[in-house]
């Protein structure tokens, strides 16, 4: 009997305990208050120009109707691109510095990696670019994803 006793104690006790937590009014939960924010002087931001500056050039004839690292064949007439590091599919857009003209390519391919900057561009979008002729041109390529 004592210890059936002791057992019912024990569990009146726990209870009691229990009830008397719940019970226990709760600590007011402090106000959140906002610091003022005192006016900032307007900065004067330098627009500074996105992207990489680097060499484009576009591909030799004998590469049309080959197979690309992505697995495509080479079009000299769609708007695509080789870069060293790009993922296949980004989406590029390569504006010359010389004159100003832009267009937006596909990587799609691979070339070797050098010590500077540069592409790999179709000859559509060499045309597009206005340095068909001259072989190479001064870029900035911009990644749009």
């Not at 106000?31 to 484009?56: F, L, M, R, Y």
């Not at 050098?114 to 911009?142: K, P, Y």
Request: glycine letters at 6%.
């Amino acid at each position: 009997m004592g210890l059936a006793n002791t057992k019912w104690k024990l569990v009146c006790w726990i209870v009691a305990c229990q009830l008397g937590f719940l019970s226990a009014p709760l600590p007011l939960q402090a106000e959140k208050t906002t610091i003022p924010v005192t006016e900032q002087k307007a900065s004067a931001t330098v627009d500074k120009p996105e992207g990489v500056v680097g060499t484009a050039r576009y591909y030799n004839k004998r590469y049309n109707d080959r197979r690309t690292s992505s697995g495509e064949t080479y079009n000299p007439h769609k708007l695509t691109a080789a870069h060293p590091t790009l993922p296949f599919g980004t989406r590029v857009k390569v504006e010359n510095l010389a004159n100003k003209r832009s267009v937006v390519v596909t990587v799609n391919d691979r070339c070797r990696k050098r010590s500077f900057e540069f592409i790999d561009l179709s000859r559509a979008a060499a045309r597009e670019l206005g340095f068909r002729g001259m072989g190479t041109a001064r870029v900035r390529i911009i990644t749009l994803y």
